[in-house]
């Protein structure tokens, strides 16, 4: 079966949510929006309850249920958005000189600024009301202020500091981007959802795209159109690349697929926010604190966070997120009055690169996912989150929090230990990252055009040549509202 439209949407998580919404604004141009994971549908309340809970982060609709926690991503409508931490922060002007340097500039903050905007109202993002702070949070922010850290508006650029993320839960709902972006476009002739359909590979001919294989309930179709938008995520869309032939040709050929474009930037440069989580045992009048806020229905682990600088930030920025939390465990369960407290520290801007390869030219084969982290030669990474551990544990020891819970210390850990700690933040990018058309590893130019393809680019998390010092959604968001734009001024 083959059916034909302007635009293919390949991904239908925060980003490909975006794209299409904005695409099919024209109501000249037909947009077909293609999701592996289900669609609940328009109404919120229909959704599973999982993902509308914004207290927690759900598990269900992933990709690989039971693989090791840096590969958790959302396989969904509205992707990640639906199983994240509702947490959006802004990067430093520092990360715009970079992407600025790659992509040119749109990528400037002064450029970006509008987009992070228009994903600002669009979200509904907010700060978070007073009510939803717990005692740990409050205590957390009393202490940051007694380390000297001064209070900074967390969803824009400035320096190093303590405040508040905006949230994009409303009363407990995770307002997720498909509910954000697609509750008015779902009524559009010109715009059609695809669930539970799996993009396979693209064909190509001379040089452009000529169709999108996507697997439907098992049946095999042939989606066609001008334009060809990849928005799978960090971890899909350089795999959905690698099947379509477009990637490092040596590397294609070893798992049996004809090189059609030798790109060998495709999945390389991962780059993820490893951190370490630093346990204290709270006090039974903190667990009181927490069990009364269980109860009222407004217990958020975390609520606040400190910017800081390591040994090897640039001046005026930031490159550690210090982030208390008290709730119950991420993973795993504790007795019914009893929860979790302590502090991580997550590397903001690492310096060790990952990489995403295929094991075989099967889209179900789970993917070879390898975030190498605190990998870099000269170990700077590792400084860092030991400065990072320093922090957290000066934060401990304030007169605000070590009232609450006692424990620690974490600084004798010997690198090994550490290394086993590791967890992550879950803000993946870069494997298919935009540079100058002499950078022999850029996949994309500022525009997202795929190099040596016409009609085909790549619009979401994978395009960010380095992580913002940031949570990633927002700039995700942005990325896509400014690529969305780049799109309809190329028509
Ligand atoms: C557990 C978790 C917690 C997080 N917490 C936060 C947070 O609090 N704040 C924050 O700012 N960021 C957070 N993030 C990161 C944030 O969610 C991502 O930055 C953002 O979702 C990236 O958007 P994306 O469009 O690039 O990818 P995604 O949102 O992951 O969307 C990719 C979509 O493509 C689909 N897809 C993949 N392959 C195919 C295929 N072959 N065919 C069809 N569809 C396909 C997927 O199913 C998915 O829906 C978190 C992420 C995770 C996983």
Redesign the pocket.
């Known amino acids: 079966m083959t059916r034909g439209f302007d635009i293919v949407v ?7 949510c975006v794209l299409a919404s904005r695409l099919s604004e024209d109501p000249g141009r037909t947009v077909c929006l ?4 289900p669609d609940y549908g328009p109404d919120h309340r229909a959704w599973p309850q999982g993902l509308r809970d914004a207290h927690a ?1 759900p598990r269900d609709d992933i990709w690989e249920r039971g693989a090791e926690v840096h590969r ?5 409508l509205g ?3 639906c ?6 922060t802004w990067g430093s002007a520092h990360d715009h000189q970079e992407w600025e340097s790659a992509g040119g500039p749109a990528w400037s903050a002064a450029a970006m600024a509008p987009y992070r905007q228009k994903a600002v109202e669009q979200m509904r993002l907010r700060a978070v009301p007073d009510r939803e702070f717990s005692d740990w949070a409050r205590a957390a922010l009393a202490g940051a202020r007694e380390l000297g850290y001064r209070d900074v508006d967390m969803g824009a650029p400035g320096g190093p500091g303590c405040g508040t993320p905006l949230i994009n839960a409303l009363d407990g709902l995770r307002w997720n981007a498909a509910f954000a972006y697609l509750e008015q476009a779902r009524g559009r002739a010109n715009l059609t959802i695809l669930g539970g ?3 396979d590979r693209l064909s190509m001919r001379d040089g452009r795209i000529t169709g999108a294989e996507v697997v439907v309930d098992g049946r095999r179709e042939t989606l066609r159109a001008d334009t060809y938008l990849v ?4 971890f ?1 869309s350089p795999a ?1 690349l690698l099947r379509s032939g477009i990637g490092p040709a040596d590397q294609l050929r070893a798992v049996g697929i004809r090189p059609e474009v030798d790109l060998p930037g495709v999945g390389t440069n991962l780059t993820d926010q490893p951190g370490v989580f630093v346990p204290l045992t709270p006090t039974d009048h903190l667990n009181a604190a927490l069990s009364a806020k269980e109860r009222a229905g407004e217990l958020y682990v975390s609520r606040m966070l400190i910017r800081a600088a390591g040994p090897h930030c640039p001046e005026g920025s930031w490159d550690l997120h210090i982030l208390p939390s008290a709730g119950d465990p991420l993973f795993g369960s504790l007795p019914e009055g009893q929860y979790e407290a302590g502090i991580s520290a997550f590397l903001m801007k690492p310096a060790s690169r990952g990489t995403v390869r295929l094991r075989s030219a099967d ?1 179900d084969t789970p993917l070879d996912i390898d975030p190498a982290f605190l990998s870099d030669p000269e170990g700077r990474d590792l400084a860092t989150l030991r400065h990072g551990l320093e922090i957290v544990e000066r934060l401990a020891a304030t007169t605000a929090l070590k009232a609450l819970a006692s424990g620690l210390p974490s600084r004798d850990l010997t690198d090994d230990e550490l290394r086993a700690r590791l967890g992550t933040y ?2 993946p990018v870069g494997t298919c990252a935009m540079g100058h058309p002499d950078d022999p590893s850029a996949v994309v130019d500022g525009a997202g055009r795929v190099r040596g393809v016409d009609n085909l680019r790549v619009a ?3 395009v960010l040549p380095t992580v913002p010092a940031a ?4 700039s ?1 968001l942005a990325l896509a509202e400014l690529l969305a734009d780049t799109v309809k001024e190329a028509r």
């Open positions: 390949l991904g239908g998580g925060v980003a490909g293609v999701e592996a994971g982060l958790i991503r959302a396989r969904v992707g990640s958005s199983v994240n931490g509702c947490w959006h359909a799996t993009a928005a799978c995520g960090a899909g959905l889209p879950w803000h979401d998390a994978s949570n990633t959604q927002l995700v």
